[in-house]
């Protein structure tokens, strides 16, 4: 691995490199030999070199042509490395005019989980950021982060200088990457819709329109959109937006608020047409010491004039996040091209990804039907509140209610319940170098993939659509993705300059001047993925009417209780435990001890699962399932593994595992009906019926 | 745990009085032991006699609400068990799809696996004459079925009759002739042959043999031969198949079959897939000597031109042995048969490791690999084949179906694939009666390799689903029909012992007991069989680890696999550890737990369903148009046509029928329609509330 090898070979280059890197690469200046042959081959970087469209702030470092390998064809094309990340581009590629990224060979530096260089026979050299490559190889492979793999050949053709140099290149950009980057994402001022005309735009949930238009949509009468936060001085990593009850007021809000973790307070997720609500809050601020009136707002907005409440504790029976972190990082090294078969089943178990997976569908499973069959308005709590509850309150959508279950309607749970309430996003994903990486964003797709899995015919959008989400977490064009909290999105895309002055002394270069461009969201799909792959987002087995005549349920009236609550649930291993009131603080118990936060009573029943019972009040009775409910399995053969996510980077996995009936008998169904209307409108019956070609799951009949 | 719901669920419920008797009176008479004038409706099968019964039995069904008991009777036939209660099927959740012969909580005798009784609550297996009698009667079927039945509740003399009858008349050693299959057959002698002419190949003339022939374009190089015909040479062999064209007569009949080429089938390009019976161990060496000198002559022959150069591949020691896959099977069905759902949540957290321990997943993958490895040779290095076994009719059997399951498009359809069962398994000698061990005489030699086989197709299936005619269920029903004995195909050990039984049935002969000749057996020796395992298996590794054959194999494999798959020609199946997987259409299906209500694989069905009916009603259409003929109505062929959901355990959901209750996550919701419960549990709410 360490230099001391380097010489053996004697196969030591030089390369020259842009010059800021230049300190950087003192120690890899031995004789040259081939300076003239790679000033040759450099002058082209700028004419040879494909035409690369740039991000904002981008250049390109290094290129060499080299030929896509491990699929067949093999495809010929040029590899090329920038500062922000490393891309293969086909030959000829024509890519549209405005699509600068391509969805398929380009991986974001932060992305690249391992890089890989090899030379004939000798056994392949990981390159590390700052390790010193040391021979001239004859293939580079990148793992990426997200299980891509893209392995380039160099040929014979005296390429391997070349080679050398982009490798090199890409370790050099990598040791920069990792110093805390941020992107500043791209701002085109041409619009650029989601997923095509007919989709309406994602609302990004940035304006108090966008909010009261969502509340309408949920019907939450009960509920208004409160601007305490609009200045983000009530929390950062709240969003400026939320919904409180209607009968709160905003200065009630801000005293409440004060008393939950980071500012976190109790706000609507999800109102269910039945009349629960679902809420999500942060943890009880330990040290607080609220006064009467304070713990009545608590109370107030935590109970949301209902007269049952259950309250979860998220994390309970769900992985830590340095759980879910080491599943994935097991995961990863498991799905590895060359990790062995042989004892792989145990191998998947050992990592217990599929376990953690089991374990929020479960909860969340356990939850929906709380508020939905059983209508109880249900108050998820973790202490972050950025994290699990995230997770459970999107997967509770989606279970619950129908019109989730578009694309449209999940791009607004993930925009609403992951973007906007502040999920740490460059954080977990390790974007930041900090230690509290965990994918718990991923863990969640992972869910989705399950239920996508079990109920075919459930989901608009389909498996390829969750790839496309989980391969965007990293890619750097949109800040999406890329930044912790709401307020550095706002900082970043200009529409809170005019705070900037108050609350970011530092600002970044925020586009100045009256024209703010819109900015590009991770939802513009058109950006990365062409109209063939946006078609495939859609599921062909989707079959969104059978449970319409039935759903939305009728509203039960809600009769506002002024008075406190009738029954205080905590749910909590599978069991609900009565409690005395919402919040801990009173009857002098000013400050929380983890152990005994709530007065409950701890049920002793033994740990079998089948023994489990939830101790439901019987005021609450007996109800029937809602028509709309899914409920996954989730028994062990029932979790699968996310193949066609996880497994990309193993040859075999990635061909010949699509079976094109459905989409084939679409396109047959389409032409036919097509064929039918030529025909009644009086043209002439000559047209030949079947000309469909199997090997083209979505034609552009569609 | 187990009783704790039983009492107070069904305990009041009755049976209905309503009956109407479908026993019509010519089998009153046959049923000489019966009083037929009973409560509920047995139907019995021609030739089926009622043995023995009890009433006020309750089954056990464990349901979200957790257990309760449906009462009625457990009666004992000689064709089945069969519980009669009083099940409230007559509302629409009638399911669409049943079995005709078995109902739903009818077991055949030869379905059952194994019986265990609990006594104060500890689960023990039964068998042989019992002193005490169970309060519980739990059955393992091998469909992977469960059953309790409390007994709680019964007269103790019907106890007695009852579980002693079912001992017996599941576990005792059965003779050949008392099989239902004849009782049956006798029964219902004259027996049109109704619905669609018949299009499996049988294989039992010589006309079939040479269809074949000519089909595979074997018919230069190999020729039928009708040496065997009344199975003068050889019991084990059918009395047609066929051998190279060289073969003289005499060296067919030189060792009663053993030691002879036996074509299977001929690939494309002209090799040909062969198996040959082994010689059993000689001791002495004279005799070595002939077979050698015999072997050697018959090596000459099939490797002069016009035939392609051969490779052997030796299955009874550097394979799979038999005992690994009973072993292997025996733990991989335990993890379905579940007893009660706490046990079931119990071995779900090690689901994978358990999975992966009881190796069965292994056993297809290896099974899957041998075969691409000789399509490799057939294919590729265009040599013939030549499989050998000790017996030629287990693992052969597996290989060579396989092969041809992969190479050949017409394998793939019901009728192909019926009639390659016909050829290989049931000609092929395959030891059903007793692998299957339909006659409880010898528990080491039931092994279940036509299972295996099945799921090894499974596994093809589920991977290419559009390259075959048929579904996973098929498969599943078929392999159901392994233990239904009205259905002569899976009840025999060759084509010799069931054309002599069945003659001599016909002419009313007593049967003496006519078990095949005592084969080299299998298990005869274990010390020695562990013995030559493990060096089997480590000649396997060797072998896998030499270079040469591996690797060809690999690039094979890998060429294959990186081409776009034609449905209509070669198939291969992905071998790699991910992609084996448990067939879960069969054995999941009775457990309550794994249904999914609107999801599974049945909800992309339905849709394709419907996008065909679409296509095909359009396709009319046009067609009228085309032709401007008068349109004949439209029939939809609306199979799945429901306004329910469907749940993912389709056709085989069973079980959860109930309708007024929800469906709720059975790990943790209480039964809530007990008034009882519900006193008890205001109480605690209210004693909750006071602390």
């Known amino acids: 691995m360490e230099p001391g090898r380097c010489g053996g070979g004697g196969r030591g280059r030089s390369f020259n490199i842009p010059p800021q890197k230049e300190p950087n690469m003192g120690l890899l200046r031995p004789k040259s030999m081939q300076v003239s042959g790679m000033e040759e081959s450099r002058s082209p970087q700028t004419s040879g070199c494909p035409a690369l469209r740039c991000l904002p702030g981008e250049q390109v470092l290094a290129w060499a042509p080299g030929v896509r390998r491990g699929l067949e064809p093999e495809l010929p094309g040029t590899l090329i490395c920038t500062n922000q990340r490393v891309l293969f581009r086909p030959q000829g590629w024509q890519g549209r005019q405005d699509s600068i990224l391509s969805s398929d060979y380009d991986f974001a530096l932060s992305n690249i989980g391992r890089l890989e260089a090899v030379s004939g026979l000798g056994r392949p050299q990981i390159l590390r950021p700052g390790s010193l490559l040391k021979f001239m190889p004859d293939e580079i492979l990148i793992h990426g982060r997200d299980f891509r793999l893209l392995r380039v050949g160099f040929g014979e053709g005296g390429l391997e200088p070349l080679a050398f140099r982009v490798a090199m290149a890409i370790i050099q950009a990598r040791a920069q990457n990792g110093q805390a980057q941020q992107y500043d994402g791209m701002t085109l001022s041409k619009a650029c819709c989601g997923l095509g005309p007919s989709e309406p735009p994602v609302p990004l949930l940035e304006t108090p329109e966008d909010w009261e238009a969502e509340r309408k949509k949920h019907g939450a009468r009960g509920w208004r959109v409160s601007t305490v936060n609009e200045r983000f001085d009530v929390s950062t990593s709240l969003s400026r937006y939320f919904w409180v009850p209607r009968q709160t007021l905003d200065s009630e809000v801000r005293k409440a608020f004060g008393h939950f973790h980071q500012g976190r307070g109790p706000r609507l997720c999800w109102h269910h047409p039945g009349g629960s609500d679902l809420l999500r809050s942060g943890g009880f601020y330990e040290a607080s010491d609220p006064n009467r009136e304070d713990i009545r707002a608590v109370e107030l907005l935590l109970q949301a004039g209902h007269s049952d409440i259950v309250l979860v504790d998220t994390v309970d029976e769900l992985p830590s996040l340095a759980d879910i972190q080491l599943a994935h990082l097991r995961l990863r090294a498991l799905c590895l091209p060359d990790a062995a078969d042989e004892k792989w089943l145990s191998a998947l178990e050992g990592t217990r990804w599929l376990d953690h997976v089991r374990s929020c569908l479960r909860k969340a499973s356990d939850i929906s039907v709380l508020v939905t069959s059983r209508v109880r308005s249900v108050v998820l709590q973790e202490q972050g509140d950025r994290d699990l509850n995230g997770l459970l309150s999107s997967l509770v959508q989606l279970l619950s209610a129908p019109g989730a279950r578009t694309l449209y309607g999940l791009q607004t749970i993930v925009q609403r319940e992951w973007v906007a309430a502040g999920h740490p996003f460059l954080t977990r994903l390790g974007g930041s170098g900090g230690s509290e990486e965990a994918p718990v964003f991923l863990l969640f797709l992972d869910c989705l993939w399950q239920l996508v899995h079990q109920f075919p015919a459930e989901f608009e959008f389909s498996e390829f659509f969750l790839l496309a989400l989980h391969d965007s977490v990293r890619v750097p064009d949109t800040p999406t993705f890329l930044r912790d909290t709401p307020w550095e999105r706002a900082k970043q895309s200009g529409q809170f300059s005019s705070y900037t002055k108050v609350y970011t002394p530092g600002s970044p270069q925020s586009p100045v001047g009256d024209l703010v461009p819109r900015p590009l969201t991770v939802w513009d799909w058109g950006l990365r993925y062409s109209h063939q792959q946006i078609l495939q987002f859609y599921n062909p087995c989707y079959e969104p009417h059978h449970c319409s005549d039935s759903y939305p349920p009728k509203e039960q009236p809600t009769p506002v209780t002024p008075g406190p609550p009738r029954s205080i649930f905590l749910f909590s291993r599978g069991t609900l435990t009565p409690l005395n009131q919402l919040c801990p603080w009173r009857d002098g118990f000013s400050s929380l001890t983890s152990s005994s936060r709530w007065h409950l009573r701890h049920n002793t029943s033994s740990d079998s699962l089948a023994d489990q019972e939830w101790g439901l009040p019987p005021h609450w009775g007996p109800s029937p399932l809602p028509p709309g409910l899914l409920l996954p399995g989730f028994l062990g053969p029932q979790i699968r593994l996310w193949r066609r996510c996880y497994l990309r980077g193993r040859p075999e996995v990635q061909t010949g595992l699509s079976a094109p009936t459905v989409s084939g008998l679409l396109d047959e169904l389409a032409q036919l009906q097509e064929l039918l209307r030529t025909w009644s409108s009086g043209a002439l019956p000559g047209v030949q019926t079947k000309t469909k070609d199997p090997d083209t799951p979505l034609s552009p009949s569609r | ?691």
């Not at chain 2, 031969?225 to 199975?231: L, T």
């Not at chain 2, 012992?497 to 001599?504: E, F, P, S």
């Not at chain 2, 049935?505 to 049967?511: E, I, K, T, V, W």
């Not at chain 2, 003929?629 to 046509?641: G, K, N, T």
């Open chain 2, 1 to 691: 745990m187990l009783g704790k719901g039983v009492g107070g669920g069904g305990g009041s419920k009755t049976p209905k009085p309503s009956f109407v008797s479908y026993v019509r009176p010519e089998e009153i008479h046959t049923n000489e032991n019966e009083v037929t004038e009973k409560e509920v409706n047995l139907h019995l099968l021609p030739g089926e006699q009622l043995l023995c019964e009890a009433s006020t039995v309750l089954k056990c069904i464990q349901d979200d609400s957790g257990q309760h008991g449906i009462c009625g009777k457990l009666v004992c036939t000689d064709f089945k068990i069969a519980f009669l209660g009083d099940e409230s099927t007559l509302d629409d959740n009638e399911p669409q799809f049943k079995n005709k012969v078995i109902g739903e909580n009818d077991i055949t005798l030869h379905c059952v696996d194994q019986i265990y009784g609990v006594f104060d609550e500890k689960k023990k297996p039964l068998f042989g004459q019992l002193k005490k009698y169970p309060e519980k009667l739990i059955i393992h079927c091998k469909d992977l079925r469960v059953f309790h039945f409390c007994l709680r509740y019964t007269k103790e003399e019907e106890v007695k009759r009852i579980v002693s009858g079912i001992i017996h008349h599941t576990q005792a050693p059965k003779l050949l002739k008392r099989l239902f299959l004849f009782s049956y057959a006798s029964a219902k002698q004259n027996n049109p042959a109704t619905g669609p002419p018949h299009q499996t190949v049988m294989f039992d003339t010589i006309k079939d043999w040479r269809w074949e022939l000519e089909r595979t374009k074997g018919n230069i190089k190999y020729k039928a031969v009708s040496a065997n015909e009344g199975y003068k040479v050889c019991e084990k062999l059918p009395a047609y198949f066929v051998v190279p064209v060289s073969l003289s007569e005499e060296d067919i009949s030189c060792f009663q079959g053993r030691g002879i080429p036996i074509w299977c089938w001929s690939c494309h390009n002209g090799c040909a897939l062969l198996k040959m019976s082994a010689f059993p161990k000689e001791q002495d060496d004279s005799n070595l000597q002939i077979q050698k000198a015999f072997l050697d002559g018959i090596y000459k022959t099939i490797h002069k031109p016009p035939y392609e150069n051969l490779k052997t591949e030796e299955l009874s020691n550097t394979f799979i042995s038999l005992q690994e896959i009973q072993t292997s099977y025996s733990k991989f069905k335990q993890l379905f048969l579940i007893d009660n759902s706490s046990e079931f949540w119990d071995t779900d957290v090690k689901w994978f490791s358990l999975l992966e321990s009881s190796n069965w997943l292994d056993i297809i993958r290896r099974c899957l690999k041998k075969a691409i490895e000789v399509i490799e040779c057939l294919e590729v290095q265009n040599t013939n084949v030549l499989l050998i076994e000790e017996n030629a009719s287990d693992l052969c059997c597996i290989i060579s179906s396989l092969v041809q399951v992969m190479m050949d498009p017409y394998c793939r359809t019901r009728f192909g694939f019926q009639s390659l069962i016909q050829k290989e398994w049931i000609m092929g000698g395959h030891c059903f009666l007793d692998r299957c061990n339909h006659l409880r005489q010898n528990d080491k030699e039931e092994v279940p390799v036509f299972l295996l086989f099945l799921d090894c197709v499974w596994q093809l299936v589920q991977q290419h689903p559009p390259a075959f005619e048929f579904t996973e269920t098929y498969l599943t029903v078929l392999s159901d029909s392994l233990y239904i004995p009205i259905f002569s195909t899976f009840f025999f050990n060759s084509p010799y012992q069931k054309d002599t039984n069945v003659h001599q049935r016909q002419l009313s002969l007593p049967l003496t007991q006519t078990k095949s000749s005592p084969k080299r057996g299998f298990f005869r020796e274990e010390t020695d069989h562990l013995i030559k395992n493990l060096l089997g298996k480590r000649i396997s590794k060797l072998i896998n680890s030499s270079d040469e054959p591996h690797d060809s194999f690999r690039e094979f494999y890998d060429s294959w696999h990186s081409k776009t798959v034609d449905y209509h020609g070669l198939l291969l199946p992905h071998i790699e550890g991910p992609e084996i997987k448990v067939w879960a259409q069969r054995c999941l299906r009775w457990i309550p737990e794994a249904q999914i209500l609107g999801g599974g694989p049945v909800a992309t069905m339905n849709k394709v369903l419907e996008m065909m009916e679409e296509v095909q009603s359009l396709q009319k259409k046009i067609d009228e148009k085309h032709n401007s003929l008068m349109a004949p109505p439209l029939d939809a062929l609306s199979l799945l046509r429901k306004p329910a959901r469907l749940s993912s355990l389709f056709p085989f959901a069973l079980l959860q029928r109930h309708s007024s209750k929800p469906v709720l996550p059975t790990n943790s919701w209480k039964a809530l329609g007990d008034e009882e419960d519900l006193a008890k549990q205001e109480d605690e709410f209210v004693d909750l509330g006071d602390v």
